[in-house]
């Protein structure tokens, strides 16, 4: 597609329901990345793709979040048990490259967890 | 430990002025520069961007500097609009890992009143 593409825009959550959200990347994109933002903040590094490999995960919380990314294009971000403190926009981004220096985000998947 | 530091919330200016947004960073390792711009309910998108090797570069209305020695950048608009009335997000990458880690400031709202 045109840009990256996220689902659900809008996800409201019981407290301990796990989730999924979806990230469509631009096509032809090696890189991916998910980001968190809370209100009022820049967007916090999660994970990293090349592809299909995992080559940074070291900004996810904790081992309840979980992201895949199976075939090299569309990813998946999953967040088991959601407490309270996971509410958050969770904002995908592609790039061209490894190497590439410019990341494109999608419009992002707000979650509420109530 | 942010390494990327929006230090102004917010910023107000007339129509037809000049804004300037102020960054930031502590990592001398970063060698990318980039400026992104949020609207409300939206993800971000790309604005402008800076390679270490430069100090400016000019993309119509908007312009970036970029001080090494300070550490420092700064993005100019001029002459301001109120269609660019967003939050704009400083970011600075650098290769980690394998690939072009981007850090995100915290942000500032700019205001463009007509």
């Known amino acids: 597609g045109a840009g990256v593409s996220q689902s659900p825009r809008y996800k409201v959550a019981k407290r301990g329901q796990d989730v999924a959200l979806r990230c469509d990347p631009i096509?032809?994109?090696?890189?991916l990345f998910w980001y968190q933002q809370a209100l009022g903040q820049g967007p916090e590094f999660l994970t990293y793709?090349?592809?299909?490999?995992?080559?940074?995960k070291s900004g996810l919380p904790s081992d309840r979040f979980f992201a895949e990314r199976p075939e090299g294009s569309v990813s998946t971000l999953k967040i088991q048990r959601t407490q309270q403190e996971d509410s958050a926009v969770y904002l995908c981004?592609?790039?061209?490259?490894?190497?590439?220096?410019?990341?494109?985000f999608g419009e992002g998947s707000w979650l509420t967890v109530v | 430990d942010q390494q990327v530091k929006q230090n102004s919330p917010s910023l107000s200016v007339q129509e037809g002025r000049i804004s300037i947004l102020n960054c930031d960073y502590t990592?001398?390792?970063?060698?990318?520069f980039l400026w992104y711009k949020k609207y409300p309910a939206e993800g971000p998108t790309f604005l402008i961007s800076?390679?270490?090797?430069?100090d400016k570069n000019e993309d119509g209305r908007f312009t970036v500097f970029l001080n090494k020695s300070a550490k420092h950048l700064s993005l100019h608009i001029v002459p301001s609009q109120p269609g660019d009335s967003a939050v704009y997000f400083c970011?600075?990458?650098?290769?980690?890992?394998?690939?072009?880690?981007?850090?995100f400031g915290t942000g500032t709202k700019l205001q463009v009143i007509p």
């Open positions: 981004a592609s790039s061209l490259g490894g190497g590439g220096n410019t990341i494109y």
């Open positions: 096509s032809g994109h090696v890189s």
């Open positions: 793709f090349q592809n299909e490999a995992q080559l940074d």
């Open positions: 990592n001398s390792m970063f060698d990318y």
């Open positions: 800076i390679s270490s090797i430069k």
């Open positions: 970011a600075a990458s650098r290769y980690s890992g394998g690939y072009q880690k981007v850090t």
